[in-house]
Antibody, heavy 122, light 110 residues
């Protein structure tokens, strides 16, 4: 069974940092690109960041570029999101998401974790 | 890049068909056949129900179907059932390895 389990969320002050983790099981982790998608309370979904299967390529939404860093450890089947300079508008549930792909191109987000809540408030 | 545009809510009676629209631009929806749709129940994670505009993943009911015309994609739910009451989000590739989601549509079963 494919499972994605996020951890690391919590309450942090504006300007602070937090590191999210996503432990994966049930598929060959290194063969799949992965993403983080977030959802602010009562709001819609927002793609945040993506990383290639090897970890050599990373991508960011403009809203987090320069503040967030995505990474992965394929030996531990784990993905990370280092979040620095956090703002109130970063408050959201952060989902770890597996990307489905066809001929090397991502086509959709086919497996989602249950999410971890990040609250940025003083 | 702005979010894709979806109606806030769509309603229908059991057994009816409803359609949710998702409008983007020529840089996203209109330029790629990489539109997907997600169903989300309150307090739960989203679930993929349509990928690549029209394809249904294994296990998804054939009551769900997708289409696209120009810069607008659509999700149709036929034979509406009470269990279909949920939030639905569209998503499109927007180039440069970026993705855009719609604002979400609440489906209400009357």
């Amino acid at each position: 069974e494919v499972q994605l389990l996020e951890s690391g969320g919590g309450l942090v002050q504006p300007g602070g940092s937090l590191r999210l983790s996503c432990a994966v099981s049930g598929f060959t982790f290194s063969n799949n690109a992965m993403s983080w998608v977030r959802q602010a309370p009562g709001k819609g979904l927002e793609w945040v960041s993506a990383i290639s299967g090897s970890g050599g390529n990373t991508y960011y939404a403009d809203s987090v570029k320069g503040r967030f860093t995505i990474s992965r450890d394929n030996s531990q089947n784990t993905m990370f999101l280092q979040m620095n300079s956090l703002r109130a508008e970063d408050t959201a549930i952060y989902y770890c998401v597996k990307e489905d792909h066809l001929v090397g191109h991502t086509t959709s987000f086919d497996i989602w974790g249950q999410g971890t809540m990040v609250t940025v408030s003083s | 890049q702005s979010a894709l545009t979806q109606p806030a809510s769509v309603s229908g009676s059991p057994g009816q068909s409803i359609t949710i629209s998702c409008t983007g631009t020529g840089s996203d929806v209109g330029n790629y056949n990489l539109v997907s749709w997600y169903q989300q129940y309150p307090g739960k994670a989203p679930k993929l129900i349509i990928c690549e505009v029209t394809k249904r993943p294994s296990g998804i009911s054939n009551r769900f179907s997708g289409s696209k015309s120009g810069n607008t994609a659509s999700l149709t739910i036929s034979g509406l059932q009470a269990e279909d009451e949920a939030d639905y989000y569209c998503c499109s590739y927007a180039g440069s390895r970026h993705w855009l989601f719609g604002g979400g549509t609440k489906v209400i079963v009357l």
